[in-house]
């Protein structure tokens, strides 16, 4: 079991930035891959990012690709999303995930934070 709690989420104006984080705690997370889903108002979730627990690989979304990084701190279990140049089209719940690398359904997630960027 993976229990994962985010934070850092807000209000930003158009072209602003914002760092989200997810804590995560119950297992060892050696054999998973976390990342972040969306969910914006009226939509369904769409995918926005993940990493690689053990190593570096990373892999986006093309509507966040050179915008958003996802990245990590193992020591502290934690995994980040830093977003720059945020736009209204960007406003969502951005939901913390994880899976195991032996599966394809991401089987946790966290309660969710909202982003609301103003144009």
């Known amino acids: 079991q993976v229990q994962l709690v985010e934070s850092g989420g807000g209000l930003v104006q158009a072209g602003g930035s914002l760092r989200l984080s997810c804590a995560a705690s119950g297992s060892t997370l050696s054999n998973y891959r976390m990342g972040w889903f969306r969910q914006a108002p009226g939509k369904e979730r769409e995918f926005v990012a993940a990493i690689l627990w053990s190593g570096s690989s990373t892999t986006y979304a093309d509507s966040v690709k050179g915008r958003f990084t996802i990245s990590k701190d193992n020591a502290k279990n934690t995994v980040y999303l830093q977003m720059n140049s945020l736009t209204p089209e960007d406003t969502a719940v951005y939901y913390c995930?994880?899976?195991?690398?032996?599966?394809?359904?991401?089987?946790?997630w966290g309660r969710g934070t909202q982003v609301t960027v103003s144009s």
């Open positions: 995930v994880a899976r195991s690398i032996f599966t394809q359904k991401y089987a946790y």
